[in-house]
């Protein structure tokens, strides 16, 4: 067996390992309180199966590094897999010190999410660029993801503590912002199926777009709702688009990218109104009782812990470890590119969490809707500063 296969095997392996470990500490938190004994023997197991997730992940990126070479960051499925890891590292520490099993239920399926949507990008193995070529790309780069996978553990305690303390009673401006939050996450979950089920069945659809006289392809993965501007389908047997890309949209993959987003919100809805009808009321409402026995202000706690300790991590790689190399790099430590803005953007989000905080008093709802806001800049500068602007950074 090829170093190839042991490190997609090992992957596979690590993410249905974080599935079943979710399945055990949903079962502790289920068991009633007088079965203490059995309570912690199922998160124990659940803890244990995670370890051995995080560790065959482990063998995933020791083999990949091995196969190309070089740490496996440089490309959008390398690096959104390195976070997925970074966050359930993190998740281990962190329920090692507090030992809920709470924690469990919400942040190992988001993380199994995140990797699974690693999964989108292709998977090839590939010499790096010349651009890449440096020991900056290992430090500075697995510095920022390991600094946002513990950020992303403030995220999962804000998300809860706002469906624990938030009234569900009734349909209020705050409780549908939480439930915005939820229906963002099975947008997110929309992508990923609606990509799969369509690259399973290598589906394809490609167009020639007129590029000022000249003719480029675009390709698609998905039917094509949206077609570029100017563009002639060329595939048969496939679905004619809707409408084209509105002119504004420059570039030759304009119009697929907003045909993904378009199928994504699709699905998404699809899934969440499924999941409305089998709970016959808001995700956010049924998911309150689950939470309803952890205690708010430990909650509290791990998203000022979380954000105490990955702010200075991410410091390091995202502003620090970034100027180093750019200087190196470039020959400049700064300069207005979409990546480094939204990286500054980022880092002065979670110093304001920190000073309302400490100084004005910020805690408990206050600090759930900042925790979750922050990710929410996190993963904006993942998925659209990486796929859609225009930047030296971009995976794209």
Same mark, same amino acid.
């Given at each position: 067996m090829d170093l190839y296969s042991?490190?997609?095997?090992?992957?596979?392996?690590?993410?249905?390992?974080?599935?079943?470990?979710?399945?055990?500490?949903?079962?502790?938190?289920?068991?009633?309180?007088?079965?203490?004994?059995?309570?912690?023997?199922?998160?124990?197991?659940?803890?244990?199966?995670?370890?051995?997730?995080?560790?065959?992940?482990?063998?995933?990126?020791?083999?990949?590094?091995?196969?190309?070479?070089?740490?496996?960051?440089?490309?959008?499925?390398?690096?959104?897999?390195?976070?997925?890891?970074?966050?359930?590292?993190?998740?281990?520490?962190?329920?090692?010190y507090y030992k809920t099993a709470f924690l469990g239920v919400f942040a190992l399926p988001l993380a199994t999410i995140i990797i699974a949507y690693a999964s989108m990008f292709s998977t090839g193995a590939a010499p790096l660029v010349p651009s890449l070529q440096s020991n900056w790309l290992h430090i500075h780069v697995t510095t920022v993801a390991l600094g946002q996978g513990i950020l992303f553990i403030s995220f999962v305690a804000g998300l809860m503590y706002l469906i624990r303390q938030i009234d569900q009673t009734k349909l209020t401006f705050r409780n549908g912002m939480l439930e915005a939050v939820i229906y963002c996450i099975f947008l997110f979950i929309g992508f990923i199926v609606i990509t799969t089920i369509f690259n399973a069945v290598s589906y394809q659809a490609t167009f020639e777009v007129d590029r000022d006289g000249q003719a480029v392809m675009a390709e698609y993965q998905l039917p094509p709702l949206a077609a570029p501007k100017d563009s002639?389908?060329?595939?048969?047997?496939?679905?004619?688009?809707?409408?084209?890309? =509105?002119?504004?949209?420059?570039?030759?993959?304009?119009?697929?990218?907003?045909?993904?987003?378009?199928?994504?919100?699709?699905?998404?809805?699809?899934?969440?109104?499924?999941?409305?009808?089998?709970?016959?009321?808001?995700?956010?409402?049924?998911?309150? =009782?689950l939470v309803k026995g952890v205690k708010p202000d430990m909650l509290d706690e791990i998203m000022y812990r979380s954000v105490a300790i990955?702010?200075?991590?991410?410091?390091?790689?995202?502003?620090?470890?970034?100027?180093?190399?750019?200087?190196?790099?470039?020959?400049?430590?700064?300069?207005?590119? =979409?990546?480094?803005?939204?990286?500054?953007?980022?880092?002065?989000?979670?110093?304001?969490?920190?000073?309302?905080?400490?100084?004005?008093g910020w805690h408990g709802e206050k600090s759930g809707w900042l925790a979750v806001v922050g990710f929410a800049i996190i993963m904006f500068n993942l998925i659209v500063v990486n796929l859609i602007l225009a930047s030296l950074h971009s995976y794209a």
């Open positions: 042991i490190s997609s095997g090992a992957l596979l392996i690590a993410f249905i390992l974080y599935l079943v470990a979710t399945f055990f500490f949903g079962g502790a938190i289920r068991q009633d309180k007088s079965e203490r004994h059995q309570k912690t023997k199922a998160g124990s197991i659940g803890l244990v199966i995670t370890i051995i997730g995080f560790a065959s992940q482990l063998v995933y990126f020791i083999t990949r590094w091995m196969l190309t070479g070089h740490a496996p960051v440089s490309n959008l499925f390398e690096f959104t897999t390195f976070l997925g890891m970074s966050m359930i590292f993190a998740f281990i520490i962190i329920y090692i002639t389908l060329l595939s048969e047997n496939v679905m004619n688009p809707w409408f084209e890309a =509105p002119a504004w949209m420059h570039g030759d993959e304009a119009g697929r990218k907003l045909n993904t987003v378009i199928w994504s919100f699709f699905t998404g809805t699809i899934i969440y109104g499924i999941a409305f009808l089998i709970s016959r009321k808001r995700i956010g409402k049924r998911l309150h =009782p990955g702010f200075p991590v991410f410091t390091l790689g995202g502003l620090i470890f970034a100027a180093i190399w750019a200087q190196l790099a470039w020959g400049r430590f700064w300069g207005w590119d =979409p990546k480094e803005v939204w990286a500054l953007i980022t880092w002065f989000f979670y110093a304001a969490f920190l000073h309302l905080r400490l100084s004005r």
